[in-house]
């Protein structure tokens, strides 16, 4: 790898503590750039012109790539550019006066309350695997947390007498209550299960694969999209998606949006405004359906 590029990764992660997410995906868009840019004009990655980086776009565009995509890479580049110049290797960013993309925005898929509760319903409480990812599936829906971020919780961030957790996602950490269901789901599992499969006393994690290590993204996603086919719900479930639900059933039920923000980890509020608009466009739904002259 480039010595600048290594130098961005670390400052990445020692200086910004980016997510392991965040990380790979600019690394990744870098990678590709430098990769296309040996191959058309080797060069030094600090002599990058804004020309080049506009024939980069556009080659990205002929190759089928999406506006959203287009515009991460450029937000990548942008980013790394303006590291170098704090850097004084490069004296301006060639990235700069490139315009992102359009991007359509699109809404987030959203279960129905029964849909949530028949997806919640799935892992039979009768084995260890069961209790488990019916602990873990009550978590994601009773918080609203990220997928990164409940594979990260330890057992310390648990208070089952108070009725919440401690959560720390992007930097930030914050304070998230149960319901009773999610509660005693996690006291089952805690108390009873976890001991059983853990590999070491001394783990720290709250959950654990079936080989008593700490649960990985890979394998809770595998897990959700088992127990999607298993309720015969047609809508993509992923874990963003219950995040998504545990807003927009919130905010249904007369949650104001700078609790929700709170709860969700949004740095800004206007990440947390869609929602609103997912809400609105359901009543749209409704309406056409159903009035008689719409």
């Known amino acids: 790898m480039d010595e600048n590029l290594e130098s961005y990764q670390s400052y990445l992660e020692d200086e910004k503590h980016a997510s392991q997410n965040t990380l790979s995906s600019y690394m990744r868009d870098l990678s590709q750039f430098a990769a296309w840019l040996a191959e058309r004009c080797p060069g030094d990655l600090c002599a990058v012109k804004q020309d080049t980086v506009e024939e980069y776009v556009t080659w990205l565009g ?21 590291f170098l110049q704090g850097r004084g ?22 279960l129905t309350s029964r849909e949530v509760e028949l997806f919640l319903e799935q892992p039979q409480c009768v084995d260890a695997k069961g209790f488990r990812d019916h602990a873990m599936l009550e978590l994601l829906y009773a918080t609203g947390i990220r997928v990164s971020e409940l594979i990260s919780l330890d057992v310390g961030d648990v208070s089952l007498g108070a009725g919440f957790i401690r959560c720390t996602g992007k930097g930030r950490e914050r304070i998230i209550p149960l319901y009773p269901t999610a509660i005693r789901a996690l006291s089952d599992y805690i108390k009873d299960i976890r001991p059983q499969i853990i590999a070491d006393p001394e783990e720290t994690a709250l959950f654990v694969n079936m080989s008593g290590e700490r649960m990985s993204r890979q394998g809770f996603w595998k897990l959700v999209k088992h127990y999607q086919e298993s309720a015969n719900i047609d809508k993509e479930i992923t874990p963003h998606t219950l995040r998504h639900s545990f807003a927009v059933h919130l905010l249904e039920n007369g949650a104001d949006l700078r609790s929700i923000q709170e709860m969700l980890g949004h740095a800004d509020i206007s990440s947390t405004q869609i929602y609103t608009h997912v809400v609105k466009q359901q009543l749209k739904d409704v309406y056409r359906r159903a009035h008689p002259r719409a």
């Open 89 to 110: 290797k490069v004296t301006a960013n060639p990235a700069k006066g490139i315009a992102a993309r359009k991007v359509e925005r699109k809404f987030p898929d959203i």
């Open 62 to 82: 002929a190759r089928g790539k999406s506006a959203a995509t287009i515009t991460r890479s450029i937000a990548s580049i942008k980013s790394f550019y303006l």
